[in-house]
């Protein structure tokens, strides 16, 4: 698969990365699924895990449902999530592993001292239990 997202949804993503740092942010990428994931709308989530926020995420289940409804009203569907790792690579973890579920994109960015930095975005494939990574092309504008 491929994911593909417009810059200026990039930049809200790196601009909640940014706004929750040391803290890790979280998101659900709702669009377009069939041979290439093509976002529609970036919906920023609060991170409600109960635990320590800078090392783990969680998703409102009422947010996925929120978004899960409005994707159906345009004829989306949930195609990803996102978060991000403080002072870690922006890729997904172990911890990030064993909670994946197939067939939606993780995308996960990394924040150094404050910086949104690499981005990465991976498929789970449970064949294999790993993450498969995927290309990320981001467009300049909309088409
Ligand atoms: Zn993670």
Request: hydrophobic share 35%; with cysteine; aromatic share 8%.
């Amino acid at each position: 698969m491929v994911l593909i997202l417009l810059h200026s949804q990039l930049n809200k993503i790196k601009k909640h990365a940014k706004a929750t740092y040391p803290e890790e942010c979280c998101g659900i990428l709702i669009g377009i699924s069939g041979k290439k994931a093509i976002v529609k709308r970036v919906l920023p989530t609060k991170n409600i895990f109960k635990g320590d926020k800078k090392k783990g995420f969680e998703i409102d289940p009422l947010a996925l449902a929120k978004a899960d409804a409005e994707a159906e009203k345009k004829g989306w569907e949930i195609i990803g999530v996102y978060h991000s790792h403080p002072n870690c690579p922006g890729r997904p973890s172990k911890t990030d592993l064993k909670q994946a579920w197939p067939g939606i994109s993780y995308f996960v960015i990394s924040v150094i001292n404050g910086n949104p930095g690499d981005y990465s975005s991976h498929r789970y494939n449970p064949e294999i239990k790993k993450f498969v990574e995927e290309p990320v092309i981001v467009l300049r504008e909309e088409e």
